[in-house]
């Protein structure tokens, strides 16, 4: 078990949004004994230690992660698709746009906005040909506040691994959790 430093602690506990008082009373420990081990000031026995960190594993699980929002089944075209079948998709599944993946790798995003902007004509050409730049991707530890920011500038998120899709996250996903 690596241990902690009072920075590591410091930082997982404003992560948190927990105050001192807060992670002392969840470990049962005083609020100057977190301050001092958070200082520096004073090496804590490893039993009081453990208590604090459970505390903040524990306080971590009320924390919704992307993955606790994501939709496994990414459905998105191919750059070599042709816009025809991407409206059809669309309409299909009822999407106003949908991820462009390229072996599973998100490399641009197709919306109802670039056909109508892509003008007339373009049914049989491919996706890569009108497509708009990628959603932006997180990790699947990502917190529902940083999707949230993102969403205010992006229709939606791709959580990935490995640089694979593996979720997206819209913001119809995020106003079903708040609801």
């Known amino acids: 078990m690596e241990l902690p430093t009072p920075q590591d602690?410091?930082?997982?506990?404003?992560?948190?949004?927990?105050?001192?008082?807060?992670?002392?009373?969840?470990?049962?420990?005083?609020?100057?004994?977190?301050?001092?081990?958070?200082?520096?000031?004073?090496?804590?026995?490893?039993?009081?230690l453990r208590r604090i960190v459970a505390a903040l594993d524990e306080a971590e699980g009320d924390v919704v992660r992307a993955n606790d929002l994501m939709?496994?089944?990414?459905?998105?075209?191919?750059?070599?698709?042709?816009v025809s079948e991407?409206?059809?998709?669309?309409?299909?599944?009822?999407?106003?746009?949908?991820?462009?993946?390229?072996?599973?790798?998100p490399v641009g995003s197709i919306s109802q906005?670039?056909?109508?902007?892509?003008?007339?004509?373009?049914?049989?050409?491919?996706?890569?040909?009108?497509?708009?730049?990628?959603?932006p991707t997180v990790s699947q530890d990502v917190t529902v506040d940083e999707i949230r920011n993102l969403l205010d500038h992006y229709k939606a998120v791709v959580v990935t691994e490995g640089g694979e899709a593996v979720g997206i996250i819209t913001e119809a996903d995020i106003a079903a959790y708040l609801s």
Request: hydrophobic share 35%; no cysteine.
């Open 9 to 48: 602690l410091r930082e997982r506990r404003t992560e948190l949004e927990l105050t001192q008082s807060e992670l002392a009373d969840a470990a049962e420990v005083s609020q100057p004994l977190i301050a001092r081990i958070e200082g520096g000031d004073v090496d804590p026995r490893l039993s009081t």
């Open 86 to 105: 991407a409206v059809d998709l669309m309409e299909r599944e009822a999407y106003s746009q949908l991820p462009v993946l390229q072996n599973g790798v």
């Open 113 to 135: 906005s670039d056909v109508i902007h892509a003008g007339e004509n373009v049914g049989n050409e491919p996706v890569s040909e009108i497509m708009s730049e990628s959603f």
């Open 71 to 82: 939709h496994e089944s990414v459905v998105s075209v191919e750059p070599d698709d042709s």
